[in-house]
């Protein structure tokens, strides 16, 4: 590029000032668009990639082939003895438990618990995770009375002074003192452990159910160092479930229950159950349309590029005849491309950094830019774009035969093929922009209605105390605790049951053969409820009666299993268990060996995330709930949550400090179920927004362009007695033609994008053909205003201007 | 019967900062049936007074009377209305819309108004008159600039206008295409029609039944032909 070249490129910029703006910022912002969401789904894919040899490192999922069950499915925890009987079968397997995790215990600091992180480990932990140690080493675990705290525990403890040596009181399954022994790096953010405290798994096993087949109470680790030598334990292992089972779960257990070997880094995107699929689409379609916004945005820098190029024709004929090679001319186009785009890739990294705080606010995340990575990445982008928008001019204008191009009035504008690409890349910017306009309505109505959607419950006014399930605190602890609160007085009603809204840790379910016909029966969820459960939780009794101290049966404490118990059965059961209604199951007894009687049937309730499915589910009656292993109490209320909370915890802390307070509204515990999707809301529908909104700057650009090339054909029209209102018609028609066609291309995209995603949800709202109707007009409504202000502006034109103008 | 009375019309155009001035105090009538040929010096002010005439330039001040129609006290919308039913343009670089066959750029002619009556028939009647009804489907630059010109005058006619205004139509022309067109202009003032034409050549402007010659924007003389 010479002097003049750079001149000329400067002028044309400066002078189509909201051109160059619009062009080089649309493309900034598609840029900026894809860095953020490339940066997501980069960070959603790197979880515990940060941790050595994290290649090598396999969870054990215990898959339940259960088809009818509510527990179908595979999940990341097992059995707590299933390494122990490991290591015996298989000499060298190389493996760790972890037992615990997030709020997994308490610390005690002068006579009060804090709920803390506290994990459970084999004293070999660190051969599977080499956590980065600060201070000590990952050896101390082999010592029983030794703890590994993190980073920043250690300075919240112990502030400036050495905590090495120190002593903490620790609470979990017991109270008992450990040594500081070492300190490890805080766990980043792209890891689903919440872990500050490491102590050993204790000798003896912890809880009654450790060797128990079919039950899982933590996760268990294995280390191969070659995915063929994990492949072929794998293989190994239903021969071993069947051997190791045949106690607990009969012949052929591994029919039923298998165990397989899940990669750690897949495990953040493959979790557990029904959700599984969901986090992985979330991050795939962010990606799509990360890289589909910066598709939108190139093509729309093409096209802009070369349509504008056009009107320089007379410049290029005028540099030839002034003695410019095409080599020169080549040269000079491909350098304005390149320089340009580069300008627009420093802008968008600029945009992407300076929007980074603000996304990583709106979706809880905690992003930065690996300069290292994305900036030779833009400088590829800049080459290929350049080249892209660069090519075109540069050969095609610098073929053009001077003297014709001088000649004619007209600039040559790529005749009906130039216009045919640049209307169909209208549409498929269009398409595009429609399809996510189309999503964005349908991720917002899903998101708003799970949470106004009925759950079965009355959602507001309503707390869970998770605390009384600890087992350090007595019965009678329990009783006193919650006849306190009952006389609060924003508190209407206090029931205790095994289970709650956002669930309590504990779920059962088992099989309930049904009468004349063969086999096990279907499994079906059991909860234990107490006292005015079913008030609580306002729940819609939909036949016979719910559970009354009256009816004295109705206890299931005061009876042997073989006696028969009195139960009430949600809606979904009702078909689960081959009852035509509500009614007819009433009175019915069910159950096999261990008879249970429908006394009663209740709505679904949902405690769950609106992406798992209501279970099909039996309620029991215990007139002493404290007795159930895992008592919870929900707290019906009215007022202010935060009152309420206040005064249940000072209830609790002066009852049994030494147990850490844990309590939370529905809405909390409910809104973790909708927090993930509300993200992925957020960030589609910034992407949509933007896309649509480069979209838009394309268009006009394109249209700002056509007016050009059309200003002649209006002054003609208008000579002929065409109206301005006429001229704008005409003008706004040529664009709305694709811009419709372009429905064509995003209806099917975005039904197909969208009955995936809403399949991940039991609780969704119908796929209406309003959210396509609506992203259409929407789209039109926009193409209309965005091309009409130039189309009325030229219409307005005086008409003997527009015959002089060439 | 009078057609046309501009009065004292004047025209400024204001740039940045130069003011130019294109017409001065001109009065000017123009009877109906009338040929007037508008001839001077490049500059001085023909074409501005001719896209005037057409409404497709509004003066700055004085009046202009078409009939009894105050035409500078009317809105766009009506001046729009006011061309497409009375005014026919022919113009020296044709101005036909390159995407558009022949045949429609002469049904152009009727497109912006309101009772076009059967405009097959028009079209073709029009294409017949000026003898390019032959090249219906090409596209213009498939034709020659004499037969594009012809071509523009069917258009600027086909919807039977009252007046004619053509500016310097013969100007892209040889000689023979020139002869050509200057005859059809003829015939149709012969056949009634009233034409207001601006031209370099003395030859073409001694067809005219009337000249008025202008330098700086006046008119400067004005005579008839005798007959």
């Not at chain 1, 050969?395 to 093929?417: C, E, H, I, T, Y």
């Not at chain 1, 998770?466 to 007085?489: E, F, K």
């Not at chain 1, 007022?639 to 850490?660: F, K, S």
């Amino acid at each position: 590029m010479n002097r003049f070249a750079l001149l000329s490129l400067y002028r044309s910029l400066t002078r189509h000032k909201l051109y160059a703006a619009l062009n080089v910022g649309g493309l900034a912002v598609g840029i900026a668009v894809f860095l953020v969401l490339g940066l997501y789904a980069r960070f959603e894919t790197s979880y515990e990639k940060w941790l050595p040899r994290h290649d090598r490192i396999y969870v054990v999922q215990t898959a339940w082939n259960l088809p009818e069950s509510p527990f179908n499915g595979a999940y990341p925890y097992t059995m707590g003895g299933l390494l122990d009987q490991m290591r015996e079968d298989f000499p060298g397997t190389v493996g760790t438990r972890i037992r615990g995790g997030k709020n997994g215990g308490a610390v005690i600091r002068g006579g009060v618990a804090a709920p803390a992180d506290v994990a459970q480990v084999d004293p070999q932990f660190f051969d599977v995770f080499d956590l980065p140690m600060v201070r000590g080493s990952g050896m101390a675990l082999r010592q029983p009375a030794n703890v590994l705290i993190s980073k920043t525990l250690a300075r919240q403890y112990f502030g400036t002074s050495d905590p090495i040596g120190q002593t903490l009181t620790i609470a979990m399954d017991k109270t008992a003192n450990y040594r500081v022994a070492g300190i490890f790096r805080d766990l980043p953010k792209n890891s689903d452990y919440n872990i500050s405290l490491l102590v050993p798994m204790p000798a003896a096993p912890p809880s009654e159910q450790w060797f128990h087949w079919g039950s899982t109470s933590l996760q268990t680790f294995l280390r191969f160092d070659t995915p063929e030598a994990a492949r072929a334990f794998e293989q190994k292992l239903p021969s071993f479930v069947d051997r190791r089972a045949l106690a607990d779960m009969g012949k052929d257990a591994s029919k039923i229950h298998q165990l397989k070997l899940l990669p750690l880094t897949r495990m953040h995107l493959e979790p557990a159950g029904s959700a599984s699929a969901s986090a992985k689409i979330t991050v795939i379609t962010l990606g799509i349309v990360g890289l589909l916004t910066l598709l939108v945005a190139i093509v729309n820098y093409v096209n802009l590029a070369t349509a504008r190029a056009n009107l320089r024709a007379r410049e290029v004929a005028m540099r030839k005849v002034l003695g410019a090679d095409r080599l020169a001319l080549v040269r000079q186009f491909l350098g304005e491309a390149m320089f340009t785009v580069g300008i627009a890739a420093l802008i968008g990294l600029i945009l992407a950094e300076l929007s980074l705080p603000l996304v990583n606010a709106a979706g809880g995340l905690s992003l930065t830019i690996p300069y290292a990575l994305v900036v030779p990445a833009l400088v590829v982008l800049t080459l290929i774009v350049g080249l892209l928008a660069g090519f075109y001019p540069a050969l095609l204008l610098s073929r053009f035969p001077a003297a014709s191009v001088l000649a004619s009035a007209r600039s040559p504008g790529g005749g009906r093929v130039g216009t045919r690409v640049r209307e169909g890349l209208v549409v498929l910017q269009f398409g595009l922009a429609i399809a996510f306009m189309v999503g964005t309505g349908v991720l917002v109505a899903q998101t708003r209605h799970v949470r106004q959607s009925d759950l079965g419950f009355q959602r507001d006014g309503l707390m869970v105390l998770l605390s009384t399930r600890d087992s350090l605190i007595s019965s009678a602890q329990n009783r006193a605790v919650v006849s306190a609160i009952r006389d609060l007085p924003s508190v209407r009603t206090v029931a205790i049951g095994n289970n709650a809204v956002g669930g309590s840790g504990e779920n059962n379910a088992d099989n309930v053969p049904l009468p004349g016909v063969a086999g096990d029966g279907p499994s079906l969820r059991w909860i234990v409820t107490g006292p005015d459960f079913f008030k609580v939780y306002g729940t819609r009794l939909l036949a016979g009666r719910v559970f009354d101290d009256n009816h004295r049966d109705d206890d299931a404490l005061s009876r042997q299993l073989e006696q028969g118990r009195n139960i009430v059965i949600n809606r979904r059961a009702v078909s689960t268990l081959g009852f035509r209604s509500p009614e007819d199951a009433v009175g019915k007894t069910i159950g096999g060996n261990r008879p249970r009687t429908i006394i009663g049937v209740v709505e679904d309730m949902r405690f769950f995330s609106p992406r798992e499915p209501t279970s099909a589910s039996y309620y029991i009656y215990y007139r002493e709930p404290e007795r159930a292993t895992t008592a919870v109490a929900s707290i019906r209320f009215t007022g202010n949550p935060r009152e309420t909370m206040d005064a249940v915890r000072a209830i609790w802390q002066r009852a049994v400090p030494q147990v850490p307070f844990e309590a939370e509204t529905a809405d909390t515990q409910l809104t973790k179920f909708y927090e993930a999707d509300d993200r992925a809301t957020r960030l589609f529908a910034i992407g949509a927004g933007l896309a649509v909104l480069i979209g838009c700057v394309g268009l006009w650009g394109l249209a700002s362009y056509n007016t050009q090339m059309r200003i002649k054909e209006i002054g003609i029209r208008k000579t002929l007695g065409a109206s301005s209102r006429d001229i704008a018609r005409l003008l706004v028609g040529q664009f709305l033609r694709p811009v419709l066609l372009a429905n064509l291309l995003a209806w099917p995209l975005a039904f197909v994008a969208m009955r995936t995603w809403l399949a991940g949800f039991d609780d969704r709202v119908a796929l209406s053909p309003l959210f396509f109707i609506g992203g259409s007009l929407l789209a039109t409504v926009i193409a209309v205003l965005t091309v009409l202000g130039q189309s009325l502006r030229a219409s307005r034109a005086a008409p003997a201007w527009a015959l002089r103008h060439e | 019967m009078l057609m046309i009375r501009l009065e004292n019309i004047q025209r400024r155009y204001v740039s940045d900062e130069v003011e130019t001035t294109a017409l001065r105090d001109i009065d000017l009538e123009v009877a109906a049936g009338e040929f007037l040929a508008i001839m001077g010096p490049s500059g001085c002010g023909k074409s501005t007074l001719l896209n005037t005439l057409g409404t497709v330039d509004r003066p700055t001040g004085g009046r202009y009377m078409f009939g009894d129609q105050d035409l500078a006290a009317m809105g766009e919308k009506d001046l729009a209305k006011f061309r497409g039913s009375t005014l026919g343009f022919v113009f020296q670089s044709f101005n036909l819309i390159d995407e558009l066959t022949i045949e429609e750029n002469v049904a152009l002619g009727l497109a912006y108004r309101a009772n076009g009556g059967d405009r097959r028939a028009r079209v073709s009647a029009a294409m017949d008159k000026v003898g390019i009804a032959h090249r219906a489907r090409h596209f213009p630059h498939q034709l020659s600039g004499g037969q594009q010109q012809r071509a523009a005058i069917a258009r600027a006619i086909v919807g039977d206008p009252k007046l004619i205004l053509a500016d310097e139509p013969t100007g892209n022309l040889d000689t023979a295409n020139g002869e050509q067109v200057m005859n059809i202009l003829q015939a149709l003032n012969d056949e009634g029609a009233t034409i207001v034409m601006v031209t370099h050549s003395p030859s073409h402007a001694d067809m005219a039944r009337r000249r008025i010659d202008m330098l700086d924007g006046r008119i400067v003389a004005s005579a008839m032909r005798s007959i």
